[in-house]
């Protein structure tokens, strides 16, 4: 079972790196085979996959920081 991400995590970073490196929403579920389901996820700041993680660095080659953030809950 891949390590699900619960403390405060934030999307930011997946936003700008998509825009960096100009690809869209539409392109990673049509070409790159990325769920919708995923997706709702990374905009609602909710649980995602450490498999998630792994496949949308690996698309967008760059690293985790350029995905997400974490703040360790109190």
Not at 10 to 30: D, M, R, S, V
Not at 34 to 57: E, K, P
């Amino acid at each position: 079972v891949p390590f699900l991400l619960h403390p405060i995590t934030c999307n930011e970073p997946f936003f700008n790196t998509l825009k960096k490196k100009h690809i869209t929403q539409y392109q990673l579920i049509n070409q790159y085979h990325v769920s919708a389901g995923q997706l709702s996820r990374m905009r609602s700041n909710t649980h995602i996959s450490t498999h998630t993680i792994d496949m949308l660095c690996n698309i967008l080659d760059c690293q985790i920081d350029e995905i997400l953030c974490f703040y360790k809950s109190n």
